[in-house]
């Protein structure tokens, strides 16, 4: 094994993962900027009260959780190429017509549609992944497209508010939405499905590289079908652990502006330079983590410990209350940089548990029951800070959801 993994050719990582970044970037800022948006002022002009800017900005998720295995499937079948080509036009153009709409029934369409076109994105981009990419690599792998999360709220926290402040929230959206359909057309040009279909290979390394896939899947148990990989006990554990950290994941993450502005008591431009800490945070713990899964090859290790501490973070938040901002705000970067650090390793397991034939959809479902959770808390946060006027309280249900997931976390069975 350890001859396969000299030979790997290192070209992989410098072709492929500048545009996996760029992509899931995209697609994250298009459906993280609607949280500055609420911050800014699009309540009070189109009308919206409290509980119902909560749904509207939940509801992206909504449709996000409906179409994430129908979108597994075509790219498992057919074509990841193809399938984020579309998407990524699709998803631009909803973005765009967010900062175009007059009422709220249009407003709520055009989240549910922007959440079905980027349903496919994430799972797709994870088995793109474990196509290309051994399970030495995979944590580091999954790492870098994950951080288009935080490295995007990070910058976005910043040109967003910047934006809003300038023009208003409408042109933000369709500032920040017209990219993603410049960038389809790069997309199609670069990427292609399977290290057979490119040039830059030599026949060589496409030989190394596919014996060292073939040696992977002789230590997994074979499963028949989808239906046998949905009912073990792994991947039913790994899709509530997945809903439920997202609850903690979205909560924070939609809401983290308004809350700042709120407690704060500070100016939207001001609001986004903080909002971008944490994320920070986030970054440098996302790589540190990535790098020791994937030495230690430990993933439960790297998942559920760092769930707990981001539990702690939030029941101490509320305990300190409102009136200790600069503590609270501290232990907010803490927990964010403990929510995210964890998903590298998180899906690197999944192929590590399961063949090669079901783990590709298994990621989607996994991933469906993510968005189930971020919709619940991207919803329920927003609603649980409007009934009590402080955020103690969403501390709290944040910081419920991470413990049942550290439980659940702990009892799934390591691949051998």
């Not at 249009?106 to 076109?117: A, E, H, K, P, Q």
């Not at 042109?171 to 410049?182: K, N, W, Y």
């Not at 049942?404 to 799934?412: D, E, F, I, N, T």
């Amino acid at each position: 094994m350890e001859t396969i993994k000299v030979r790997l050719a290192p070209s992989r990582w410098w072709r492929l993962m500048p545009i996996i970044f760029i992509t899931y970037s995209l697609a994250y800022l298009d459906r993280a900027n609607y949280g500055f948006a609420a911050a800014a002022g699009i309540n009070k002009d189109l009308g919206i009260t409290a509980g119902t800017s909560s749904l509207i900005g939940a509801l992206f998720f909504l449709g996000y959780f409906f179409f994430q295995v129908p979108g597994s499937i075509y790219a498992v079948r057919r074509s990841v190429r193809k399938l984020i080509f579309v998407c990524l036009i699709l998803w631009g153009l909803c973005a765009a017509l967010t900062g175009m709409v007059s009422n709220i029934p249009s407003l709520m369409v055009i989240r549910f549609i922007l959440g079905i076109v980027e349903a496919a994105v994430m799972p797709s981009m994870l088995i793109y992944i474990s196509t290309w990419f051994t399970k030495a690599e995979r944590s580091k792998a999954n790492t870098f497209l994950i951080l288009g999360n935080p490295v995007t709220v990070l910058w976005m926290s910043i040109v967003s508010a910047h934006l809003i402040d300038l023009y208003g929230w409408r042109e933000m959206f369709i500032i920040e939405g017209l990219p993603a359909v410049v960038w389809a057309l790069i997309w199609w040009i670069l990427v292609r499905d399977k290290p057979s279909e490119v040039t830059w290979l030599t026949s060589q390394e496409k030989a190394d590289f596919k014996a060292a896939m073939e040696l992977e899947q002789q230590n997994i148990k074979p499963m028949r079908n989808y239906g046998e990989a949905f009912r073990s006990g792994n991947v039913i554990k790994l899709c509530a652990v997945h809903a439920l950290w997202s609850v903690g994941v979205y909560g924070f993450m939609m809401w983290m502006p308004s809350i700042i502005k709120s407690a704060g008591n500070i100016d939207i431009v001001s609001t986004g330079w903080l909002t971008a800490i944490p994320y920070l945070v986030a970054i440098t713990l996302m790589l540190i983590v990535s790098y020791l899964s994937d030495k230690l090859q430990n993933r439960k290790l790297f998942v559920w410990p760092l769930l707990l501490v981001a539990t702690i973070a939030f029941f101490t938040a509320y305990l300190l209350g409102a009136e200790h901002f600069w503590i609270c705000f501290v232990l907010l970067a803490i927990a964010a940089g403990c929510m995210y650090a964890p998903y590298g390793p998180f899906f690197a397991l999944i192929p590590e548990l399961l063949p090669s034939n079901v783990s590709g959809v298994s990621i989607g479902l996994i991933n469906s029951f993510g968005a189930l959770g971020a919709f619940i808390g991207a919803w329920l946060v927003g609603v649980i800070n409007a009934a009590t006027g402080s955020a103690g309280a969403s501390y709290v249900f944040m910081g419920v959801a991470l413990v049942l997931s550290v439980v659940l976390m702990a009892s799934v069975k390591a691949a051998k």
